[in-house]
């Protein structure tokens, strides 16, 4: 259960941001890493379409299909058994963790090369605190009364939405985002690091 709990938490945090902007006379870093977080964190896709040139449905399908993907494949290595109407649950609680999460971006400060960072302010959402910290047990006290390996998933679900339903307080907190970029027939094409992606994650909900 242990290896389970770890692996599935792992795909909780798989979200990235991929995506690349086109560095052009109009690009603005801020107005980019602004349409970034609004889509992963509101899932509004117009201005990250507008920003990186793809059009709402692509911008959507390679946001969220990279989550889906993650939980699925995770999900599958731990043996978990769960039904695609668990898995479309287990989603939208996630969804709505970080339709919690607020953030106001800094101005960018670019370097010698082109390179921007870009700090971030985020008043976390902490709804994986009773998960993080409990669900272990909810499982070993399911698992006491009866609970079998097809239950799993039943459990992780409300304990997940007992978590959501009753976040945790914490104080407000930063990270800084780096965007760098490749050249791409002769422009300049801008990802935000993966690492500092994963970072915004655990500072937006509330475990870092």
Not at 12 to 23: F, I, N, P, R
Not at 37 to 46: G, P, V
Not at 84 to 98: D, K, N, S
Not at 155 to 167: K, M, Q, T
Request: hydrophobic residues 40%; contains cysteine; glycine residues 6%.
């Amino acid at each position: 259960m242990k290896k389970f709990f770890t692996m599935l938490l792992a795909a909780v945090m798989m979200l990235s941001l991929t995506a690349c902007g086109e560095k052009k006379a109009a690009f603005d870093p801020q107005k980019y890493v602004e349409a970034a977080l609004e889509a992963k964190f509101y899932r509004d896709y117009d201005a990250y379409a507008e920003q990186t040139g793809v059009t709402v449905e692509e911008a959507k399908k390679q946001l969220e299909s990279e989550f889906e993907d993650s939980l699925r494949e995770q999900l599958a290595a731990t043996g978990i058994q769960a039904t695609e109407e668990q898995i479309q649950e287990y989603f939208a609680l996630e969804a709505e963790i970080r339709a919690n999460v607020k953030f106001e971006v800094g101005t960018p400060v670019e370097d010698e090369e082109g390179n921007y960072t870009v700090r971030v302010t985020v008043t976390p959402y902490a709804g994986y605190y009773h998960f993080q910290n409990n669900f272990m047990t909810d499982l070993q006290n399911a698992v006491n009364e009866g609970a079998t390996e097809a239950d799993y998933m039943d459990v992780l679900l409300e304990s997940l939405r007992y978590s959501i339903d009753n976040p945790a307080i914490t104080a407000g907190g930063f990270c800084e985002l780096h965007l760098t970029y490749e050249m791409v027939d002769g422009v300049r094409m801008y990802t935000i690091e993966e690492d500092d992606v994963y970072t915004l994650d655990l500072v937006a909900t509330g475990q870092m």
